[in-house]
C-alpha cells in the first residue's frame, strides 16, 4: 500500500529563516510526486511534479528534490506570505489515486 | 478561464437528505476526480473519470455516486447523508497520466 508521511506536522519560522520539510513515501513504481500549497479554506495550489530520483525544481523561495525514498521542500529565506499548509502526494504507475500526506503547517513571523 | 467551479462552498444537511455537488471545469481536462479531506487525515479519493461516460471508484466510494455525461462536469451525489459524511470536498481535474491536477475551491458540508 502506498504512503506518504510528512514531517514536521507544524513549523514556525521567523521571516528569513529558511528550512526544509520532509516527505517519505513508499510506492509501488513512482510515477510522480507532486507538491501543493493549501491556504485555509482553499483548494490546493499545484507546486511542483517530481518524477525521477535526483530531479530537482524551483520556484521564487521554494526548492523541491527527490531522491528513492523522499523528497524536501526546501524554503530560503520565507516570507509571511509563504504561510500555509504544504501538501505531498505520490501517484503510483497505471493509478489513478493520489495518495496524500497529512501535510506541513508552515508558519513565518514577521 | 475560470478553472475549475464547485458549488455549493457551504451545505449543512440532515441525516438521510441526499444531494449533489457540482464540479465543472473549461479547461477541457480528460480526468476528473472527487476528494474528501479530513482533519489529520490527508485528502482520499472517492471516485475519478478518466472521460465523458467512464468512472471508477476511489478509496471511500460508499455512500457516493457519480456520473459524467459531459467532459465539464462530474457531479456527486450523495444518496442518503450520514455525518461520517461531514467534511470538506474537492473536485479535481488533470490533462493526462502523471501530470498535476488544478483542484476547486472546495464545497464544505456539515452532515447533523
Known amino acids: 500500500e502506498d504512503q506518504v508521511t510528512q514531517s514536521p506536522e507544524a513549523l514556525r519560522l521567523q521571516e528569513g529563516e529558511s528550512s526544509s520539510l520532509n516527505c517519505s513515501y513508499t510506492?509501488?513504481?513512482?510515477?510522480?510526486l507532486f507538491w501543493y500549497r493549501q491556504d485555509p479554506g482553499k483548494g490546493p495550489e499545484f507546486l511542483f511534479t517530481l518524477y525521477s530520483a535526483g530531479e530537482e525544481k524551483e520556484k521564487e523561495r521554494l526548492k523541491a528534490t527527490l531522491t528513492k525514498k523522499e523528497s524536501f521542500l526546501h524554503i530560503t529565506a520565507p516570507k509571511p506570505e509563504d504561510s500555509a499548509t504544504y501538501l505531498c502526494a505520490v501517484q503510483a504507475g497505471g493509478n489513478e489515486k493520489l495518495t496524500f500526506g497529512t501535510g506541513t503547517r508552515l508558519t513565518i513571523i514577521p | 478561464n475560470a478553472g475549475v467551479t464547485q458549488t455549493p462552498k457551504f451545505q449543512v444537511l440532515k441525516t438521510g437528505q441526499s444531494m449533489t455537488l457540482q464540479c465543472a471545469q473549461d479547461m477541457n481536462h480528460e480526468y476528473m476526480s472527487w476528494y474528501r479531506q479530513d482533519p489529520g487525515m490527508g485528502l482520499r479519493l472517492i471516485h475519478y473519470s478518466v472521460g465523458a461516460g467512464i468512472t471508477d471508484q476511489g478509496e471511500v466510494p460508499n455512500g457516493y455516486n457519480v456520473s459524467r455525461s459531459t467532459t465539464e462536469d462530474f457531479p456527486l451525489r450523495l444518496l442518503s447523508a450520514a455525518p461520517s459524511q461531514t467534511s470538506v470536498y474537492f473536485c479535481?481535474?488533470?490533462?493526462?497520466?502523471?501530470?498535476?491536477?488544478?483542484f476547486g475551491p472546495g464545497t464544505r458540508l456539515t452532515v447533523l
Open positions: 479535481a481535474t488533470r490533462q493526462g497520466d502523471g501530470n498535476e491536477q488544478f
Open positions: 510506492v509501488s513504481g513512482l510515477r510522480g
